[in-house]
């Protein structure tokens, strides 16, 4: 079944996109949650208004994001935890916990778009990258410390 995104969905496309779905795919999750249209002929003629509206609003978004960037570069978090020897953490720190400390400064950043790798469980300093929008990240300076 062909769709056209109105959203970016990860792992299928950017907004405007004619992408080809499996119809269950599209009928039980794109759909209702209005992250694409059918490809009708009426919705393909409308494509190049919805495109024009769909670079509008991706480049507002980037702009906020580049800022929102630019305030994150100077933020550093401390997070504080149980540990046992050689430093090693009773449990982890996730995306999660950094969103919390985040939160707790101020920003409210969704814990999805926190890319860690793994959840970290030494104490140290970590660079912690963000994905704000599809072309920015943004990294903010972390230190896991022992709880006394």
């Known amino acids: 079944m062909q769709i056209i995104l109105q959203e970016d969905v990860e ?3 950017t907004r405007g996109q004619v992408v ?8 039980n999750f794109l759909l209702p949650r209005k992250l694409a249209l059918e490809a009708s002929a009426g ?3 409308r494509l190049e208004k919805m495109r024009a509206t769909f670079a ?10 580049q800022k929102l960037a630019e305030l994150l570069a100077g933020v550093s978090l401390e ?7 050689n430093d090693q953490l009773f449990g982890s720190v996730t995306s999660a916990d950094v969103s919390e400390a985040l939160a707790a400064k ?3 950043i969704d814990k999805r778009k926190i890319t860690l790798a793994d959840p970290i469980k030494l104490v140290g300093e970590f660079e912690i990258p963000i994905k704000l929008h599809r072309e920015v990240t ?11």
């Open 11 to 13: 792992k299928l496309g």
């Open 20 to 27: 080809e779905v499996a119809e269950g795919y599209a009928r």
């Open 43 to 45: 919705n393909m003629k």
């Open 56 to 65: 509008k609003k991706e480049a507002t978004e980037k702009d906020a994001a």
């Open 79 to 85: 997070v504080s935890r149980k540990s046992g020897e």
């Open 106 to 108: 101020g920003f409210t």
């Open 138 to 148: 943004a990294t903010v300076k972390l230190a896991v410390k022992k709880e006394e």
